[in-house]
């Protein structure tokens, strides 16, 4: 399994996709430069005036409502709405969806008038966007794992009509039948801004260059968590501020045996009975 998947990132590297983000202020720098050195060509295009030609001709369009504005949610529409007419992947990153009635309503806005590839959040994130109340504080919320997420993960996937990809001590990606659960990463990924729409990012491109939502999701997931765990022993350690370029860096580094075996491991799932997973 993990070399397939790991395959997939010579084939991102061939293609070199163009990822349209509509991402928040907070991270456009950070999302950008992590395309770049993974591989990818990042664009980051706002104006209502321009999404939808953008959206058209990009490889994925990645919507982070982030730093929520009622013209970034309508840009968010006109994008995705776009990029479904000729069929380019949509992936949405609630951030902060249960922080604030309006970032929920605003995700499933934009889950009613779009259809999404993949959906991705925490725990909190996701649980929120399925009526569900979890913990959480700002945009950030504990990591959570174990069957719960799982369970968790294929629900939304269920009622949501979409893949869903919950990140925590470990990730798991399904579309409510399949899917796969992803260990590594580090605790340092936490303690940088942008480090989760990164990844968001990264799974769009990927979902560029594989039409499997779900291989595509696993694919980043286990390779940005080898890339942060070769960026810890390559900053020594120091903290967030040495860990963020290093990220940047091994990033850049990564080649299709990168993820090691046993990162990857696929859920087996029986039908749906009360809405959790057996």
């Given amino acids: ?28 720098n950070f999302t950008a430069n992590g395309l770049l050195a993974l591989g990818a060509s990042p664009v980051m295009a706002y104006a209502r005036e321009e999404v939808a030609d953008m959206a058209k001709i990009a490889g994925a369009v990645v ?47 934009i889950l009613r008038e779009v259809k999404v590839s993949i959906v991705r959040g925490n725990a909190a994130e996701i649980a929120h966007l399925t009526g569900e109340i979890r913990e959480i504080k700002g945009v950030d919320a504990g990591a959570g794992g174990g069957e719960a997420q799982v369970d968790l993960a294929v629900r939304a996937a269920i009622k949501l009509g979409t893949a869903v990809a919950v990140t925590g001590r470990e990730d798991v990606i399904t579309d409510g039948a399949s899917g796969y659960v992803v260990s590594g990463g580090d605790e340092l990924l936490a303690r940088v801004t942008g480090a989760g729409c990164l990844l968001t990012s990264v799974m769009g491109a990927f979902a560029a260059v594989e039409r499997d939502m779900l291989k595509a999701g696993a694919a980043a997931m286990a390779l940005y968590g080898a890339a942060a765990e070769s960026a810890v022993s390559a900053s020594g350690g120091r903290g967030p501020g040495s860990f963020q370029v290093s990220l940047l860096d091994e990033l850049a580094g990564l080649r299709s045996d990168s993820m090691s075996e046993g990162r990857v491991r696929a859920l087996s799932l029986s039908p749906v009975i009360g809405g959790g997973a057996r």
């Fill in 63 to 109: 919507l982070n409502i982030g730093t929520l504005t009622e013209e970034l949610v309508e840009a968010c529409i006109i994008a995705g709405q776009a990029a479904n007419e000729v069929g380019v992947p949509v992936l949405l990153d609630p951030v902060g969806a249960g922080a604030t009635p309006y970032r929920t309503d605003s995700s499933l806005r």
């Fill in 1 to 28: 399994m993990e070399k397939e998947l790991g395959g997939l990132l010579d084939k991102l590297h061939s293609e070199r996709p163009l990822v349209h983000n509509i991402t928040n202020t907070v991270v456009t």
